[in-house]
């Protein structure tokens, strides 16, 4: 299985700032990447995909980039309803397999 | 609009079994494979398999394979989960989603307690 390795584990930041998750996969998954924000109390919900396309309804804020084993989700201008985990997720190959997650809060 | 409904979760002793359903609206439901992820309270999300448009193709996590069975009936656009000998470490909630993981529904709680 292909394992993925998510940082940090949790964040604070504060509103306005940039922000930026790392998501690392055990072997190339040639951009079979997506990223989740989940509320507490929701379901998971599809921002990215591709690594890098924006999911329909998305905020322009929301970006990914990466390439190979390295991926990562920025969030630019942090908003108060950013506050939320946020997982990434390979669909490389089967089966599909989930970073551990980061817990994004306010400062 | 995209819907998705899970039914059939609440409280199931160890080693019975269970059958989630997930009922699909807003889509041609035929068209697409179709998902579905757990995640224990507190904890991450686990994906357990999906299945294509006509049921020829289904994939699991491994470790859930013989536990666990994903089908789908077309003609009532609705896609299961039958689960079997669940034990404390299947508690959670579980969600279907239209793959590739677009849309979720969500999610029905199953709690394996005796």
């Known amino acids: 299985d292909i394992q993925m390795t998510q940082s940090p584990a949790s964040l604070s930041a504060s509103l306005g700032e940039t922000v930026t998750i790392e998501c690392r996969a055990s072997?190339?998954?040639?951009?079979?990447l997506a990223w989740y924000q989940q509320k507490p109390g929701k379901s998971p919900q599809l921002l990215i995909y591709?690594?890098?396309s924006l999911h329909t309804g998305v905020p322009s804020r929301f970006s990914g980039s990466g390439s190979g084993t390295q991926y990562s989700l920025k969030i630019n201008s942090l908003q108060s309803e950013d506050v939320a985990s946020y997982f990434c997720?390979?669909?490389?190959?089967?089966?599909?397999?989930f970073g551990a997650g980061t817990k994004l809060e306010l400062k | 609009e995209v819907k998705l409904v899970e039914s059939g979760g609440g409280l199931v002793q160890p080693g019975r079994s269970l059958k989630l359903s997930c009922a699909a609206s807003?889509?041609?439901?035929?068209?697409?494979?179709m998902g579905w992820v757990r995640q224990a309270p507190g904890k991450g999300l686990e994906w357990i398999g999906e299945?294509?448009?006509?049921?020829?193709?289904?994939n699991y996590t491994p470790s859930l394979k013989d536990k666990f069975t994903i089908s789908r009936d077309n003609a009532q656009n609705t896609l299961y989960l039958q689960m079997s000998k669940l034990g404390s470490e299947d508690t959670a909630i579980y969600y279907c989603?239209?793959?590739?993981?677009?849309?979720w529904g969500q999610g029905v709680m199953v709690t394996v307690s005796s």
């Open positions: 997720q390979q669909y490389y190959n089967y089966p599909y397999t």
């Open positions: 591709n690594a890098n």
């Open positions: 807003g889509f041609s439901f035929n068209d697409y494979w």
């Open positions: 299945i294509n448009q006509d049921s020829s193709t289904i």
């Open positions: 072997e190339d998954i040639y951009n079979g």
């Open positions: 989603a239209r793959a590739p993981l677009d849309y």
